[in-house]
């Protein structure tokens, strides 16, 4: 590990202490996690601390941990993964925070500590299903205000549930249930069915 990673961990520890539940250090980059409870309070840290001054989310987006590691996986559901750069000190920190409920995932905005985090909360309310307290316009960002579900959810099905479509006698654009045929999409040279490639 580089001296400028090593002084980023200690500075991580030295401010945030028992906030921080996990931190790991993989392909030269810092990961911490810390309780949906602390998410608030730990972002503020990483952007105001001297020692940290991390001034920019680079990114924030939303994960479904269902089916992960082929099902080994025994934990939360939904998480936020947010990616900070510090300007000041040329430092770079993922941070991932778990929603505690499964059913109806919620954590707080991050607005009002990063404007920019609006849009990437709204994209991981469409495609997630991801709530964000506080938001001050949480609404479909990609998908149609019309659409049903959240399709990058891992329990949602790869065909969809409806098409849309324009319907030249009515005049008008149309929803009606899906009619592509359900088929199998993982390629046949990695498929197990006994074929072989020719």
């Known amino acids: 590990m580089s001296a400028k990673l090593d002084q980023l961990t200690v500075n991580l ?16 980059e810092v990961t911490i996690e810390c309780k949906a409870a602390d998410y608030l309070a730990v972002c503020q840290l990483l952007r105001d601390d001297v020692n940290l001054k991390f001034e920019q989310l680079i990114d924030l987006c939303g994960v ?33 925070v778990f929603a505690q409920d499964e059913d109806f995932p919620v954590l707080p905005t991050l607005v009002d500590t990063w404007p920019v985090a609006n849009w990437f909360e709204r994209e991981a309310f469409d495609l997630y299903g991801l709530m964000f307290e506080n938001h001050p316009d949480l609404r479909r960002l990609l998908t149609d205000y019309g659409f049903v579900g959240h399709p990058f959810r ?26 592509i045929e359900h088929r199998n999409n993982v390629p046949r040279v990695i498929r197990d069915d006994g074929a072989h490639r020719g």
């Open 13 to 28: 520890q030295a401010v945030l202490g028992e906030k921080i539940t996990k931190q790991t250090l993989a392909l030269g």
């Open 64 to 96: 479904d941990y269902q089916e992960y590691g082929e099902g080994s996986y025994d934990g939360l559901r939904y998480a936020v993964v947010c990616h900070f750069l510090s300007i000041t000190h040329n430092h770079r920190v993922r941070l991932r």
């Open 154 to 179: 891992k329990d949602f099905p790869m065909i969809g549930n409806v098409e849309m479509r324009y319907d030249p006698e009515q005049q008008r654009v149309i929803y009606q249930p899906v009619t």
